[in-house]
């Protein structure tokens, strides 16, 4: 009772300290974006520009007229309404932020997933085999694997997989997240839940097969920090004075990689996850704009160019969000598995 | 020992004496340059090349030493506006098939400082003042003149090049033409199909005419909206759409002086949802995208350049009076508060499209399938955003047969038309057309030079066919010819000697694989409203890479040719 008590208290805290955080995070990106140089109403006009009465109306319109302070506060009661503003640039103006965003953000989600997915099970797998078998020419490879993987330029994996996969074996679909006109019926906006909400395996099919060459892309870049990590942990289990014990007691090896190696080999991996997925959302920008996935990671791209200040804002304290809840999780997830960690 | 010893003291101190006499002497003196650029592809990924192949052809004639610097695109709108850029590349492409729109913007004292050369004189704004208010084209063919021949004496700009458009499609597909204003989706002809895939990487910030003033937005209200006259098929004749005709003053349509122009409606004109369309429904609209004055928008062309005015006490509205429906309902006059020679083109641009008694008078239209309603040849029907635009027939359009004349019996001749958006650039493009099977029926603009050369070696065993064609895009460098201004390039012999410098053969042959022409003056020569009034003045003053000509001027100007040993010495060191 005592342990699950302090387990509560642990996450609750950690929760609490979360929202500080993100305010904290969002005034210093307002802030900073208005100290920047580059004038958000000037690059609305693609082409001509207007008259300078024009340019004047625009940013009061725009509430840019007002002082600093005066648009943070209006912009940060908005945000305690749930309201992100407008978007001020000249790719989204006008449109709600928060509707951008969770136009986007389910590709992004359903992407991160699949590329996590196949990068820890690729990564565990073979920093185990690594790990169990230090020094052979299995190590060798694993090692090798691991370094090379993830120096390889996402954008040069991506297209290589394209031109392998998609026009020259014509296996896969070489970009998008869907084809045809026939979408699935929109409940969380990630194709592969949907057409499962909706029982249509044929959607989830076309859904599926849309993301293998980009989760796979992402995946096995990620990889490679799986591969070495796991390999790490594994050579210290495994030369840890309980695993010698238990071979003294004539356990297996194979035993005594499956049954305490391993386990013990995963912990700090888990907690390693959270810091993974900051790098996941950074990597998904590359592969977004490879695959023509328009994720968040686009969204921000285009949002930097443009000085479009709402919208970086919003993505930001998005981004945070989400980084803060899964690191959260994890570390939730962490202490639970390892007792010590909450002390 | 001793002897060594001194024989080494002696050689070390030649040495140094040698050295030091060599970098005490003046060096040779080379014109520094900075030439600034966009780097975060506004102008598209041939920006880096583009400066590059320019720096060298500079630098080639050996007097000058260019630096090249580059900001995003934000930050170089504001750098420019505000006078701290040199020397800098920019692009144009323009609102209306008007000459004017080619030279007024850039030379004019109201316009020049946005484009960063604040370019002032007092003669050419008053030939400005005379080409946009007059009707007479012997007037106006007079001031094109002269205004092209000052730009090449003054040199605040240095025309580069005019673009290309490009399609590549499926070669039995029909009518994939790369109109110079619109490119209009409803005269593609997919044979045995009523439907057809485009795919594209560009997007839209809306679908409201009030709000729309990127490309792509453009070319979509294009297809769902209509205006008062618009383009032929192939050409940039102007004809009557929701209009009978279009107004001249040889049909008595446009007044004397230029300031009334009056359009006469079609009859029982609706729009797709069967709401009716009449004069009082255009002065309305034309009314809202005023009021509205969305920022970013295209409405100033109307109220400021079209001299309908924007009037507070009026709600917002054009002048009292500026827009003016006569008793049948079909007969609208525009009275302008000065005469503006190119008003046909502005409306027929997207900005002047007609929408609804009902659409929202106040805000912008949401972009959602049902509340866009338009009088166009499509409706949308299907749209899910940053992804997919569906568009199909509308069965209520006004004019089919509009095209008749041309060989074109109905439009629109596809019922339905399905327009991909790839974020992942020109190569998602290219491989829609590269997988089997194909992705895409037509591909269309922002392919690279190289994606382009790429489909047009496989065309044959692709069963494609690759277009590409004249755009009215022009790209030009810049100077900043402020006076007073530190980092402005005020001497026209410097000017003059870049201008002898430049060598566009080298920039169509290096960057864009052949695909663009040479330009030499800001008046592109290749369309029916541009053709007449072209002068090619920098062809015929300034060349390509006359380095004799540009070094002769650095010469008198004080810079020397070449390294010497100093340079090398200094260099190492």
């Keep these: 009772m005592a342990g699950s008590r302090s387990l509560l208290a642990y996450a609750v805290t950690r929760a609490a300290l979360a929202i500080p955080m993100l305010l904290i995070l969002l005034t210093a990106v307002f802030f900073i974006l208005r100290i920047l140089p580059g004038d958000p109403v000037l690059a609305l006009y693609g082409g001509r520009e207007p008259p300078r009465e024009v340019l004047e109306e625009a940013r009061r319109q725009l509430g840019l007229d007002k002082p600093p302070w005066v648009q943070y506060v209006s912009y940060m009661s908005g945000v305690f309404r749930g309201d992100l503003g407008l978007s001020i640039g000249e790719f989204y103006h006008g449109r709600p932020v928060i509707g951008e965003i969770a136009n986007r953000l389910p590709a992004t989600v359903e992407l991160s997933i699949g590329s996590m997915f196949i990068a820890s099970v690729i990564g565990i797998l073979t920093g185990v085999v690594g790990g169990a078998r230090r020094d052979t020419k299995t190590d060798v490879a694993v090692r090798l694997y691991g370094t090379i993987i993830y120096v390889i330029p996402i954008f040069w994996l991506g297209i290589l997989f394209q031109i392998v996969f998609a026009i020259w074996l014509g296996w896969l679909p070489p970009h998008g997240r869907w084809q045809g006109t026939n979408y699935p019926r929109t409940v969380t906006g990630m194709y592969t839940v949907d057409s499962l909400l909706e029982g249509n395996f044929d959607h989830f099919v076309i859904a599926a097969r849309h993301l293998v060459l980009p989760c796979l892309t992402l995946g096995l870049v990620l990889s490679g920090f799986f591969t070495k990590t796991v390999r790490a942990n594994m050579i210290r289990t495994m030369t840890a004075d309980y695993t010698e014990a238990t071979r003294a007691r004539g356990v297996p090896d194979r035993q005594v990689v499956r049954r305490h190696a391993f386990k013990n080999a995963l912990v700090p991996v888990v907690t390693l996850l959270g810091l993974q997925f900051a790098i996941l959302f950074a990597g998904a920008v590359l592969t977004e704009k490879t695959f023509s996935i328009d994720g968040i990671g686009l969204l921000l791209l285009q949002s930097v160019v443009s000085k479009d200040m709402t919208m970086i804002q919003g993505v930001v304290v998005i981004y945070a969000a989400i980084i803060v809840l899964i690191s959260l999780i994890i570390d939730i997830l962490g202490a639970a598995i390892d007792p010590r960690i909450r002390l | 020992m001793l002897y060594a010893v001194v ?299 079209g001299k309908l005015g924007r009037n507070a006490a009026n709600g917002n509205n054009s002048n009292p009076g500026a827009i003016e429906v006569q008793p049948d309902d079909l007969t609208i006059t525009f009275h302008l508060s000065a005469p503006v020679a190119f008003f046909n083109d502005l409306i027929a641009f997207s900005v002047s499209s007609i929408v609804p008694w009902n659409y929202n008078q106040n805000a912008r239209q949401p972009d959602v399938v049902g509340t866009v309603v338009g009088s166009g040849p499509y409706t949308l029907t299907g749209y899910v955003p940053n992804q997919q635009f569906v568009l199909e027939k509308n069965a209520l359009y006004n004019t089919p047969s509009l095209y008749s004349t041309f060989g074109i019996p109905t439009i629109p001749v596809d019922d339905t038309v399905t327009v991909n958006l790839r974020s992942g650039g020109s190569t998602a493009l290219k491989q829609d057309l590269s997988v089997t099977p194909k992705l895409a029926d037509v591909v269309y603009r922002t392919l690279t030079p190289d994606d382009l050369r790429d489909l047009q070696t496989q065309a044959t065993s692709l069963g494609l066919t690759v277009d590409i064609a004249a755009s009215p895009f022009i790209r030009y460098l810049v100077f900043n010819v402020q006076p007073g201004n530190p980092v402005a390039i005020t001497d026209l012999r410097v000017r003059q000697a870049i201008a002898y410098s430049v060598d566009r053969q080298a920039i169509d042959r290096d960057v864009f694989r052949n695909n663009v022409d040479p330009l030499y003056s800001l008046v592109p020569p290749g369309f029916s409203f541009s053709a007449p009034y072209y002068k090619p003045v920098f062809q015929t003053e300034y060349g390509d890479a006359a380095c004799a000509d540009a070094n002769t001027i650095w010469t008198q100007l004080g810079y020397a040719t070449s390294f010497g040993t100093r340079d090398l010495i200094a260099r190492d060191l």
């Design chain 2, 7 to 305: 024989a080494v003291i002696v050689v070390a101190i030649i040495l140094i004496g040698t050295v030091a006499v060599i970098l005490s002497t003046p060096a040779p003196r080379k014109y520094q340059l900075d030439l600034w650029f966009n780097s975060d592809g506004h102008y598209g990924d041939t920006e880096d090349e583009l400066a590059t192949v320019l720096k060298n052809s500079i630098e080639a004639c050996g007097k000058v030493t260019v630096t090249l610097k580059s900001e995003i695109w934000a930050d170089f709108r504001q750098s420019r506006n505000q006078g701290e850029l040199p020397f800098f590349l920019l692009g144009w492409y323009p609102d209306y098939s008007d000459t004017d729109d080619y030279l007024a913007p850039f030379l004019a004292s109201t316009g020049s400082p946005s484009f960063g050369s604040f370019y002032s004189n007092a003669t050419v704004d008053q030939w400005v003042t005379d080409e946009q208010t007059t009707t007479n084209a012997a007037i106006r063919a007079d001031r094109f003149t002269k205004l092209q021949d000052k730009l090449a004496a003054d040199v605040p700009y240095i025309p580069l090049f005019s673009g290309y458009s490009e399609a590549a499609y499926v070669s039995n597909v029909l009518n994939v033409e790369l109109h110079p204003i619109m490119f209009k989706l409803f005269i593609i002809d997919k044979p045995n199909s009523a439907e057809f895939n485009l795919s594209t990487t560009d997007d839209i910030t809306s679908l409201d005419p009030a709000l729309a003033y990127d490309y792509f937005s453009i070319e979509l209200v294009n297809q769902i909206f209509d205006t008062l006259i618009t383009y032929e098929p192939v050409e940039t004749r102007l004809i009557g759409s929701l209009a009978t005709t279009v107004p001249t003053v040889a049909n008595g349509g446009v007044s004397a002086d230029g300031k009334n122009y009056t359009y006469v409606l079609r009859p029982n004109l609706k729009f797709s949802d069967g709401t009716a369309l009449n004069a009082t429904v255009v002065k309305r609209s034309i009314d809202r995208a005023i009021r509205i004055n969305d920022p970013g928008g295209a409405a100033f062309l109307l109220y400021d350049f």
